[in-house]
């Protein structure tokens, strides 16, 4: 079928819009809301048994996987591993059979990530697909296939794939920790929660576009942009600076706010805006201290927060932005909205072609 882009200019912004809707029909096929339980389709292994877990993928969908390992080893108390495909294969890790291995694909095609799924297949590990087109090689070659119902995803930037993995994500992880015993009862149900209201708190904050786009305003004659986050906020600034790199061609990194001090600090002037991600979670305190340090230095901080993280930040940042408070559990669902909206008005205010950006392909099936 024809996919048009509706009333929107690009297939991304497109996209990005659609994200209430598709977290929404993603939640549905796990998330009863009613009982506040998860249910995981049934699997062809016991996740009970399961004592350690690796995550393979690559670009996006790797980053996805590295806010899965923060809610898995949280929730579930079990190890896990992330790993970038073409990193992991050529590696040849030792694994000790009965591990669960997850390789998270949009186009379920990628080469490293396919040949990846084999070798840890002929390793003796479970393997599980999570991706977004079901009759994909990685899915037909895995055990087991979790869906991403995103839908078509045209724009090579990828928006609506990587919040749906987080969403199946989240729930593998409660469902994880359900079947180990590690979860209780109550607190299954307020992250039920707190997910079912994700797709109400991505369709308010997208009626904000238009502050996002004046914030882009200060960002495209930047030549570097510098993104940082805590915990599980730390992939969605790895993400953040991925999506401005492909699409508006600024040079940005992704940092670890604790790591400020041990290199990019060195960077800091006036020029170089600083993007915070920065949920009002239990690191919330140290991240704000990091954000006094770039202020003190003529730093010019965005600050991602909440409104009592924007209310309680000492020194005024350059600009602030407080998103609908969540349950911090779900905050990188929501956290990866300014950031994608963000990437694409810095590349609609230089000019760039933002659903085909230059030597980036949609699914990279060569190695
Ligand atoms: C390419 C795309 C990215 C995507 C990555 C992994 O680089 O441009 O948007 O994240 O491949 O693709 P996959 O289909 O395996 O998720």
Redesign the pocket.
């Known amino acids: 079928a024809l996919i048009g882009k509706g009333q929107h200019r690009h297939f991304m912004l497109k996209e990005i819009f659609e994200q209430p809707e598709v977290i929404g029909g993603t939640l549905n096929t796990m998330l009863n809301p009613a009982e506040r339980t998860i249910t995981l389709p049934s699997l062809p292994f016991d996740l009970g048994v399961v004592n350690r877990v690796r995550i393979i993928?690559?670009?996006?969908?790797f980053y996805a996987g590295s806010v899965a390992k923060y809610w898995i080893e949280k929730l579930a108390r079990l190890p896990v591993e992330v790993d970038i495909a073409s990193e992991f294969r050529y590696r040849e890790p030792p694994m000790e059979p009965g591990g669960l291995a997850i390789f998270?694909?949009?186009?379920?095609?990628?080469a490293d990530?396919l040949a990846a799924l084999r070798y840890c297949r002929a390793h003796g590990q479970h393997t599980l697909a999570l991706v977004n087109v079901p009759e994909s090689t990685i899915s037909r070659e895995a055990e087991a296939t979790l869906l991403t119902l995103a839908g078509p995803e045209i724009g090579?930037?990828?928006t609506k794939?990587f919040t749906t993995q987080l969403v199946v994500l989240a729930c593998l992880a409660v469902g994880m920790a359900r079947s180990r015993g590690a979860i209780s009862g109550e607190t299954e149900a307020e992250i039920c929660q707190a997910l079912a209201e994700v797709p109400a708190r991505v369709a308010e904050f997208l009626r904000r576009d238009d502050e996002i786009r004046l914030m882009a305003q200060g960002i495209s004659e930047a030549r570097d942009v510098l993104y940082l986050g805590r915990g599980a906020s730390f992939p969605i600034a790895l993400e953040g600076a991925l999506k401005l790199k492909e699409i508006s061609y600024i040079h940005a990194e992704g940092y670890a706010a604790g790591e400020l001090k041990h290199g990019p600090i060195a960077l800091i002037d006036d020029s170089v805006p600083v993007i915070v991600i920065c949920p009002t979670d239990e690191l919330y305190e140290k991240t704000a201290s990091n954000v006094q340090e770039v202020v003190a230095r003529g730093g010019r901080v965005v600050f991602f927060s909440d409104q009592e993280g924007v209310d309680r930040l000492a020194s005024p940042p350059f600009a602030a932005m407080a998103l609908p408070a969540v349950n911090p559990f779900v905050a990188p669902i929501l956290y990866a909205i300014p950031v994608q909206l963000l990437a694409y008005h810095v590349a609609i205010a230089k000019g760039t072609d933002v659903d085909q950006p230059r030597n980036?392909?949609?699914?990279?099936t060569v190695e």
């Open positions: 993928a690559c670009g996006t969908s998270i694909s949009q186009s379920g095609e990628t990530t090579v930037a990828s794939a980036l392909a949609k699914s990279v």
